[in-house]
Antibody, heavy 121, light 107 residues
Framework: QVQLVESGGGVVQPGRSLRLSCAASGFTFSTYAIHWVRQAPGKGLEWVALISYDGSNKYYADSVKGRFTISRDNSKNTLFLQMNSLRPEDTSVYYC??????????????WGQGTTVTVSS | DIQMTQSPSSLSASVGDRVTIACRASHSVIKYVNWYQQKPGKAPKLLIYATSTLQSGVPSRFSGSGSGTDFTLTISSLQPEDFATYYCQQSYSTPHTFGQGAKLEIE
């Protein structure tokens, strides 16, 4: 079945780095844009980043621009989020999610189960 | 960036009630508003995309309407499984911002 599975979360000190992965299966990964969305404990959803189907276009929330980098390896059906200079306010559950259509307009129809990142000294 | 503001932020209702949640965008997003349902400890679920198109498998008691800056999600007859938090999101321009959420609780 169509599935996204995140990994790589954990506890990290402020200022350090972490790399999240999202493994896709059950659909043609290379034809869909993929997003990262996060949710701080007890808070709402925050859109983080988007990468086009071929990796040529990348977009970021202002809160992570310059610190986070989204990338993908279509040969391995895997999405990544490299997170540098982590801050306590980056503490969240991080979800990867697939665009419903080939473009960006029609919402996120498949979500992973999330991976938890805790930034604390 | 486009801001999305939902109202109310929380509401109480009973099984069988009709409920409407509003979402206002700070700039026109044409029709590119999506609605999600999230239950505690679970990932969000896409209910409606492009204002009014029901995602496959979503019950017909859910509907969406609006255009430009004002949008609504309506649940025509609440069922026990509908008590959850609902988020709107604009996908017209990046960043694809979410509303702050509307928590629907049992009265």
């Amino acid at each position: 079945q169509v599935q996204l599975v995140e990994s790589g979360g954990g506890v990290v000190q402020p200022g350090r780095s972490l790399r999240l992965s999202c493994a896709a299966s059950g659909f043609t990964f290379s034809t869909y844009a993929i997003h990262w969305v996060r949710q701080a404990p007890g808070k709402g959803l925050e859109w983080v980043a988007l990468i086009s189907y071929d990796g040529s276009n990348k977009y970021y929330a202002d809160s992570v621009k310059g610190r986070f980098t989204i990338s993908r390896d279509n040969s391995k059906n895997t999405l990544f989020l490299q997170m540098n200079s982590l801050r306590p306010e980056d503490t969240s559950v991080y979800y990867c999610a697939k665009s419903y259509s080939g473009g960006y307009y029609h919402g996120l129809d498949v979500w992973g189960q999330g991976t938890t990142v805790t930034v604390s000294s | 960036d486009i801001q999305m503001t939902q109202s109310p932020s929380s509401l109480s209702a009973s099984v069988g009630d009709r409920v409407t949640i509003a979402c206002r965008a700070s700039h026109s997003v044409i029709k590119y508003v999506n609605w999600y349902q999230q239950k505690p400890g679970k990932a969000p679920k896409l209910l409606i995309y492009a204002t009014s198109t029901l995602q496959s498998g979503v019950p017909s008691r859910f509907s969406g309407s609006g255009s430009g800056t004002d949008f609504t999600l309506t649940i025509s007859s609440l069922q026990p499984e509908d008590f959850a938090t609902y988020y709107c999101q604009q996908s017209y321009s990046t960043p694809h911002t979410f509303g702050q959420g509307a928590k629907l609780e049992i009265e």
